[in-house]
């Protein structure tokens, strides 16, 4: 059975930082590219990082030079760090994997940024 549980959120001030991560398991975790996503009430889902399984990295433009995906295939983990926090990036950010022809996502975790 295929799970992925997201840990992390929570509440920060403008210019903070925030460490997402994801745990992965049921699945040959180290194959697979690997996202995180982000959405707000009333919008789209909206792709944020994408990791593939060799570590090449890609980010939508709003957060490139401030997040970074990373991986651990040893122990089936994702991670998305945030820094330069803007008020803009609060949602709730969703780890996700796509195999088998089958989108799997985890439950999301809530990160507010505000002062």
């Known amino acids: 059975q295929v799970q992925l549980v997201e840990s992390g959120g929570g509440l920060v001030q403008p210019g903070g930082s925030l460490s997402l991560s994801c745990a992965a398991s049921?699945?040959?975790?180290?194959?697979?590219?690997m996202d995180w996503y982000r959405q707000t009430p009333g919008k789209q889902r909206e792709l944020v990082a994408t990791?593939?399984?060799?570590?090449?990295?890609n980010y939508v433009d709003s957060v490139k030079g401030r997040f970074t995906i990373s991986r651990d295939n040893a122990k089936n983990t994702l991670d998305l760090q945030m820094n330069s926090l803007k008020p803009e990036d609060t949602a709730v950010y969703y780890c996700?994997?796509?195999?088998?022809?089958?989108?799997?996502w985890g439950k999301g975790t809530l990160v507010t940024v505000s002062s």
């Open positions: 049921g699945f040959m975790y180290r194959i697979y590219a």
């Open positions: 990791i593939t399984s060799a570590g090449t990295t």
């Open positions: 996700h994997g796509r195999f088998d022809g089958t989108d799997y």
